[in-house]
Nanobody
Framework: QVQLVESGGGLVQPGGSLRLSCAFS????????MGWYRQAPGKQRELVAS???????NYADFVKGRFTISRDNVKKTVYLQMNNLKPEDTAVYYC?????????WGQGTQVTVSS
């Protein structure tokens, strides 16, 4: 059974930075495509970034150049470095692990960007 635990959220001023972490428990972490999603109040959950076991990345247009996803296959952890944060980045950020048709979600971590 896969479990995902996010951490690193919080309150930050516009232009600030945060780094989210997602700890994976289970086996064969390197086979999973890991992703970060976010959901703002009243909006649908949307993909922020994803990374394959080999390190190939994919980003939503609204975070390109500001966010960086990475993973450590030894530590079984995926990260999301978020720079130049904007108020519209405020949301609950969720970690996702996907392999084939199976997907798992973490409980989410709140990111609030406000002055």
């Amino acid at each position: 059974q896969v479990q995902l635990v996010e951490s690193g959220g919080g309150l930050v001023q516009p232009g600030g930075s945060l780094r989210l972490s997602c700890a994976f428990s289970g086996s064969v972490f390197s086979r999973y495509v890991m992703g970060w999603y976010r959901q703002a109040p009243g909006k649908q959950r949307e993909l922020v970034a994803s990374i394959t076991g080999g390190g190939s990345t994919n980003y939503a247009d609204f975070v390109k150049g500001r966010f960086t996803i990475s993973r450590d296959n030894v530590k079984k952890t995926v990260y999301l470095q978020m720079n130049n944060l904007k108020p519209e980045d405020t949301a609950v950020y969720y970690c996702n692990a996907n392999i084939g048709v199976r997907g798992y979600w973490g409980q989410g971590t709140q990111v609030t960007v406000s002055s």
